[in-house]
Structures are given as structure tokens and as C-alpha cells.
């Protein structure tokens, strides 16, 4: 498949990596190149199959009106423009493309997102609860998109929205804490990343999973089926 990768960030780069070792051809457009989605032009995009986004929250909505227009299947590793979701997925579905967005493309992090969903129960029992997450200090949005999964799990799963505290500091790939605490015990969650190729190899995997669908899609509901 032909990728087009958007970024050359630390996450975008082993992105195209793990493409080229999965064996697709890819080009990579970094900010420089590509500011205010200038370079997604019909002869850039003609023959991409997949666009693949891991830039910023304040290029990323530019970076997707590009691609529906074109008629371009797109996954987004970008957090941070969650407040466009809806009228993103109205445009994706008139355009009968297809999207895949996730706030983490890590099979290990979605499987954290299944036991934080059963350990919300403890909320229901009077044990108080909080967020922390902790990443490297270039990371742009805080809270963390993956922070604002867990808090979204724990509310729909007990009606209690719990607070997210955010660290930035030195080379930290990024880390989850969810603390339950009671008079009686604690219950301490964490996932803590080693490095970012979960993440990309997940980006690249949903790009082929994505091939020849159309529709809106999170990765979280159908990383199973890689």
C-alpha cells in the first residue's frame, strides 16, 4: 500500500518505519513542508491509499478537511481535537470515506482501557479515585487523550467523573496511573510505555485494517480484530 505519513516527530518517524518493514511504500511530510495542509494537494494525495496523521492539535483538523476532500482514508494518532468529533464524523460519512482515530493505538493500553472498565466499580463502593499521567515534556495537549479515555470509561461505567492530574517532564513515552483508594485498600492501575513502537505498529496495522472500508471508526472498538 502507498502511506502518506504526517509528522516527523518521534511517533511519525517509527511510524514509517514500521511501514517500510511491514513492506508499503511510504512518504513522509513533516510541518515545515506541509504548514496549514498546504502539501495535501489532489497530486500529492492521488495515489495514497492511507493518510496517516501523529502532528498536532492545531494542524490536525486542516490535515482531515484536506483528506475528506480528496476522498482519502485517513487514521489520526493526534489527540487534542476531540471537540471536532462529531461534525468530522458528519463530513466523514458524507464523503463515504474511511477515518479511524484513537487516543492510543496500543494493543497493551486498550487492553488497560478493559480492566479500568471493571475496576470502576469501585467508585459504587466509596473508594475515591484519580487520573495521572505522565509524558515527555514536547507532548502539546494535557490531559492526555488516553487520560480522557479513562475518565470517559469510569463515568459511563459509574457515573463518577474523576480528576486527571498531568506531568510533563523529560523523556517520559507516557504513562497511566488510576488510584482507588478507601479507608480499607488501595487499588492501583498503571500502564507505563517502554517505547513508542506499540503505538506506531498499532497506526499502521489499523491503516491495512482500514483498507477498502468506508465509515468512522475507533480504534479502541475494533483493535480485536487486527
Known amino acids: ?93 458524507k464523503a463515504g470515506v474511511g477515518f479511524l482515530y484513537g487516543a492510543n493505538f496500543s494493543v497493551g493500553v486498550n487492553l488497560f482501557f478493559d480492566t479500568v472498565r471493571v475496576a470502576s466499580e469501585a467508585a459504587k463502593h466509596q473508594y475515591s479515585g484519580q487520573i495521572f499521567e505522565r509524558h515527555h515534556q514536547q507532548k502539546k495537549d494535557a490531559p492526555s487523550g488516553t487520560s480522557l479515555v479513562l475518565q470517559r470509561i469510569i463515568k459511563d461505567s459509574s457515573g463518577t467523573e474523576l480528576e486527571i ?35 506506531a505498529e498499532g497506526a499502521v496495522l489499523a491503516a491495512e485494517w482500514l483498507s477498502g472500508k468506508a465509515g468512522f471508526f475507533d480504534f479502541k472498538d475494533i483493535w480485536r480484530e487486527l
Open 1 to 93: 500500500m502507498n502511506f502518506l505519513i504526517l509528522g516527523r516527530g518521534k511517533t511519525g518517524s517509527l511510524v514509517a518505519q514500521c511501514a517500510k518493514e511491514r513492506h508499503h511504500h511510504v512518504r513522509v511530510l513533516g510541518a515545515d513542508e506541509n504548514r496549514g495542509g498546504k502539501a495535501l494537494t489532489p497530486e500529492v494525495l492521488r495515489d495514497v491509499n492511507a493518510v496517516i496523521d501523529f502532528t498536532a492539535p492545531a494542524s490536525v483538523i486542516e490535515h482531515i478537511h484536506a483528506c475528506i476532500r480528496q476522498k482519502k482514508n485517513m487514521v489520526v494518532g493526534t489527540t487534542g481535537w476531540y471537540a471536532h468529533l462529531d461534525s468530522v464524523r458528519a463530513q466523514v460519512e
Open 165 to 199: 492530574t498531568s506531568f510533563r517532564e523529560g523523556e517520559v513515552v507516557g504513562m497511566h496511573e488510576l488510584i482507588f483508594d478507601s479507608p480499607n485498600d488501595r487499588i492501583y492501575l498503571c500502564h507505563d510505555a517502554k517505547s513508542r513502537h506499540g503505538y
